[in-house]
């Protein structure tokens, strides 16, 4: 069972509702702007309690309506819905089986042709750094590439 609030809890939250906050979110900030103020009491004497409590509250209104604009809203745990993305089993099955159907098609190709295709497809290097590495002409490097995307398409394509 809820309590009474106060008059000044109750002007202050009122306050709020008029600039857009929920009641939730309202009582939040009046709860805030209260322990405030009891800590802030603690060291200093304050003249106008009430005066205190509703500018706290008008301005932890408007950090948290700062920070949602530039943050974003924040959702409650409560409220997300989690989906599992996580393949399911007949897809990592499969995956695994073109896997095993791509390495036999890369066995299949020529050592300095499978290098060649792999510095490239997996390594990330250039035609270029290719070339230098093995001493050939990047034509001739775009050659194996191509003959071993040829050939591996081919292979996969009948699977």
């Not at 000044?8 to 979110?25: N, T, Y």
């Not at 191509?146 to 996969?156: G, I, P, R, V």
């Amino acid at each position: 069972m809820k309590t009474p609030l106060p008059p000044i809890f109750k002007r202050v939250k009122a306050a709020l509702i008029r600039r857009g906050r929920s009641g939730d979110d309202a009582d939040d900030l009046v709860q805030e702007a209260w322990v405030r103020l009891a800590c802030y009491e603690r060291e200093q004497v304050v003249d106008v309690p009430e005066a205190f409590l509703m500018r706290t509250a008008l301005n932890l209104s408007i950090d948290a309506h700062r920070s949602s604009v530039s943050h974003g809203e924040q959702l409650m745990v409560d409220e997300v819905v989690l989906l599992d993305t996580a393949p399911g089993t007949e897809a990592i099955v499969l995956a695994r089986e073109r896997m095993a159907r791509l390495s036999l098609g890369l066995g299949r190709l020529t050592d300095k042709t499978r290098e060649i295709f792999l510095s490239h497809r997996i390594d990330g290097l250039t035609y270029q750094e290719i070339a230098q590495n093995h001493g050939l002409s990047i034509s001739t490097v775009e050659k194996h590439v191509a003959k071993a995307t040829l050939q591996l398409t081919s292979w996969m394509e009948g699977w």
